[in-house]
């Protein structure tokens, strides 16, 4: 063996046991739930109420007891946490991505991301990373995971996954029945939610977001199947008539909802129907300096649908529509969408939805949190709920890019990261 080979064969070792070793750290079992005292607060709620400066938040058990002004009475045993007017607001809720890793969750976690519905795991990755989350195996945040998009052509895939449905595969999943059926073998997946397609994909040069998928009757089917098993139905639709075929359906939320007409926008507000617009992971694609697609072609088409994306959710907002914010993204390490947090999806409601930074944090925490059906018990800062924080040096209502850098982030009661020292 060479002397250069050996250096090289050195050089791996010592790569692979640096790799092994962060992995070890990464992935180390979470901290226990702490009693704390955090005094001394900006509290933003996350309901839309104005700011509360000298405010405290105790936490016992996980769960927050108390928010009120001025400093508690001090308890012993118990962790206190002078913020010196620094603000909280509570964790974010990305309403729609693609964590599969239990890397990619604690990315996620450590970006502010305490709840995340994650649509669309192909391969049953997400379920096992919440799965190990839920037992306390590893770091991230809670997941509600969906299995495969539920579409006519759902990919070989789907297929390897649930192969009693591979009578399809050399044609298309239709008919109301069959769709019920796909559903019901999610369930017993595990799923906590199912995600259908309404229209074809955006993200595809290859495919036309304009294009309907599933008809009407296929996801009321769906929906009324999901509901029976207590679960809810997001709907991934672009074009107008997949909208409006999935709203009248009777879907929690609408996914994108590129070129919803106004009579569906009005529908949508009669019905309660969520809109989870996306915008974060739209304006990339459509960047012109290419960076999350070097198709130049798709980068075209994306850019001529953020104009009409920018108005549907104007005009949501003016209908009172309950507009979540997401990332679409994954939060893994070298790929484009894993870059992308939930601030950046904040920031594009302020600057082309219309909406306050205050609204806009409302948008990543209550409504979030109204989408996945668990505002009971996240969401907001309030007593009775779980202690789901983050801590920023600034008031992101005069500075929002203080979203970015969290201090501290607090899941469960679970002291999770920890910048403020």
Avoid at 244 to 258: F, L, Y
Avoid at 271 to 288: H, I, K, N, W
Avoid at 294 to 300: E, N, R, T
Wanted: aromatic fraction near 4%; charged fraction near 25%.
């Amino acid at each position: 063996m060479t002397l250069a080979r050996v250096i090289l064969l050195r050089m791996r070792q010592r790569l692979l046991l640096a790799a092994t070793l962060a992995a070890l750290c990464a992935f180390a079992r979470p901290s226990r739930a702490q009693d704390l005292d955090i005094v001394n607060a900006t509290v933003i709620d996350g309901t839309g109420a104005a700011p509360r400066a000298g405010s405290h938040v105790r936490i016992r058990g996980g769960r927050i007891v108390d928010v009120a002004p001025g400093p508690p009475v001090e308890a012993a045993g118990v962790r206190r946490i002078d913020l010196a007017g620094r603000t909280v607001i509570p964790g974010l809720v990305d309403a729609h991505a693609h964590i599969a890793t239990p890397d990619a969750a604690r990315r996620a976690l450590e970006s502010g991301v305490t709840t995340a519905r994650v649509l669309g795991d192909t391969f049953l990755q997400a379920l096992g990373t919440r799965d190990l989350i839920r037992g306390g195996h590893v770091p991230g945040p809670e997941l509600l995971v969906s299995s495969s998009i539920i579409r006519p052509s759902p990919g070989i895939a789907f297929y390897q996954l649930y192969p009693q449905f591979g009578r399809f595969a050399s044609g298309q999943l239709r008919g109301a029945d069959v769709i019920a059926e796909v559903v019901r073998a999610q369930v017993a997946r595990g799923v906590d939610v199912i995600k259908v397609g309404a229209s074809e994909r955006a993200g595809l040069a290859s495919t036309d977001p304009r294009r309907s998928e599933l008809t009407e009757d296929e996801m009321r089917a769906a929906v009324e199947t999901a509901r029976a098993a207590g679960r809810h139905v997001a709907a991934h639709a672009h074009g107008r008539p997949g909208v409006r075929a999935a709203v009248r359906a009777g879907v929690r939320s609408i996914e994108h909802g590129t070129y919803v007409d106004d009579d569906t926008l009005a529908e949508m507000q009669r019905r309660g129907t969520f809109f989870v617009p996306t915008l974060a992971v739209m304006s990339p694609l459509g960047d012109p300096r290419g960076t999350s697609a070097d198709d130049v072609a798709l980068q075209v088409r994306t850019y001529h649908m953020m104009g009409p994306l920018r108005a549907a959710v104007r005009k949501a907002k003016g209908l009172g529509i309950p507009v979540a914010a997401a990332t679409d993204g994954s939060y893994a390490d070298g790929d484009d969408t894993g870059r992308i947090r939930v601030a950046h999806d904040m920031e594009l409601l302020v600057q082309h939805g219309g909406f306050t930074p205050l609204e806009a944090i409302t948008a990543a925490t209550a409504t979030g949190a109204r989408v996945l059906d668990i505002a009971a018990r996240t969401g907001t800062i309030a007593a009775g709920l779980e202690a789901d924080l983050v801590v920023l040096d600034r008031n992101p209502l005069d500075d929002m890019t203080v979203l970015f850098e969290p201090l501290l982030v607090i899941s469960d009661g679970r002291v999770v990261l920890d910048r403020l020292y």
